[in-house]
């Protein structure tokens, strides 16, 4: 299938889920308002770094390995499953331990219950997603996450004569069942679509030694790229206001979503890097680049223009804080929008390393200007500090393809 066409295809059902995650993003933050959602987005970041970690970004070396046809891609599958299992526990336990906040709806047992759910969820999503994505098969774990997003929106009372009146607690467990039922969907449709039987035999196991090696690889990166994208909520939650730390989140969930096309292309590369169908030297990545920004500079004017009056209006008057951040933030969004392309050409050419010094150099200098912006300008600082690195990501991700691979900057001239 040609590169255009799985672009075409991956955008189609990323889409879809993202779309519906976006609505189900705003309708959350207007149910629980600036302060609760803050604090709700703040356990999931933390819970999700632990969870970064405890994958071991076994669904990095999954997309790599099967993407070439490995032949232990059952056993890879089955294993994939028993670690879930056993790492959400583990996760779980260590978080009813250490984890601490004053934010009353975390209490023991509904953070045990939350812990369990989201982990074990999140795991079999992320794991049998990137089986899926191995095949170029964008359409069944998207559709079977934008379907519970709806059935999540379903559940939030739009008004006072709604179907369903459930309290934040109840919406909340129901919050946290769903991504669990959403993982197990996920790795019940693989089995069933590829013919594979879930067994408890490990005969072979070490044939997937070469994945976990590539995947722990990958994890260094993927870790330092999740600091990188979330090293401003913490210096926001300790120097800001709780409302203020809420409208930061809001405008940085705003940001992923914008930089989601850009996402979506570089998981369609990937694989096709993998197979070596796409390289730096190629016309379609030129072509990529040029139509991703000129789509971009048309997003930017549109939010410079009619950004407030649309947030106020989707998310309400208590996200009052966002517009100006959000216009300071929309330059790195670019700049990370042109890196990301350059991160799946990297990592399908086996040089994982270079993704993870590339995320090393650009943390260091967020978390200086962090440490100098923040308690002065607050969150428009961490925009800034945001902004300032991701303009270094792209220099250097421009820098270590020009050097290592030939790559010129006349590609983008398509001539």
């Known amino acids: 299938m040609q590169i255009a066409k799985l672009i075409y295809k991956n955008l189609l059902w990323r889409g879809f889920f993202y779309l519906t995650a976006l609505g189900l993003n705003i309708a959350m933050a207007r149910m629980l308002g600036a302060d609760l959602s803050g604090g709700l987005y ?34 890879l599958a089955n294993f994939s499953v028993v670690w879930s299992v056993i790492v959400s526990v583990i996760i779980a336990g260590l978080f009813i331990f250490f984890y601490k906040t004053d934010n009353s709806i975390f209490k023991q047992s509904f953070l045990f219950y939350a812990c369990i759910c989201y982990s074990l969820g999140t795991f079999l999503n992320m794991y049998f997603t990137a089986f899926f994505y191995s095949y170029d098969n964008y359409k069944i774990p998207n559709l079977v996450a934008g379907i519970i997003n709806l059935g ?3 559940c939030i009372p739009w008004h006072r004569n709604w179907l369903f009146t459930f309290d934040t607690n109840m919406f909340l467990l129901i919050f946290f069942a769903a991504t669990l039922l959403q993982g197990i969907v996920i790795a019940i449709l693989w089995f069933v679509n590829n013919n594979k039987t879930f067994l408890l035999n490990f005969n072979g196991i070490k044939n997937i030694i070469p994945v976990l090696k ?45 930089i989601l096309p850009s996402a979506i292309i570089a998981g369609a590369l ?3 890097a993998s197979r070596e169908k796409i390289t730096f030297e190629t016309q379609s990545f030129g072509k990529i680049v040029r139509v991703m920004l000129f789509c971009y500079s048309l997003a930017a004017v549109f939010l410079f223009l009619f950004g407030e009056p649309v947030i106020l209006y989707l998310w309400g008057n208590e996200f009052n804080e966002m517009h100006k951040p959000l216009m300071i933030i929309l330059p790195g969004i670019i700049f990370l929008a042109v ?47 945001t902004s300032i690195g991701f303009l270094v990501m792209m220099i250097l991700s421009v820098i270590i393809a020009n050097r290592k691979f030939g790559f010129t900057l006349k590609i983008f001239s398509g001539k």
Do not use: M
């Open 42 to 75: 703040f356990f999931l970041t933390n819970i999700y770094l632990v969870l970064l970690i405890g994958s071991l970004c076994l669904d990095a070396g999954i997309t790599y390995y099967v993407s070439k046809k490995d032949p232990a891609e059952g056993i």
């Open 152 to 154: 999540l929106l379903f």
């Open 214 to 258: 590539y995947s722990i690889t990958a994890l260094a990166g993927n870790f330092t790229y999740f600091i990188l994208y979330r090293i401003d909520y913490w210096f926001v939650d300790h120097y800001c206001t709780e409302k203020s730390l809420g409208n930061y989140i809001q405008v940085s969930r705003l940001g992923q979503l914008l």
């Open 270 to 272: 990937f694989p096709q």
């Open 339 to 385: 890196s990301y392309l350059f991160s799946p050409i990297f990592a399908g050419q086996g040089k994982v390393s270079y993704n993870v010094l590339i995320a090393l150099l650009t943390l260091v200098v967020v978390i200086i200007c962090n440490f100098l912006l923040v308690p002065v300008w607050g969150i428009n600082g961490a925009a800034i500090s």
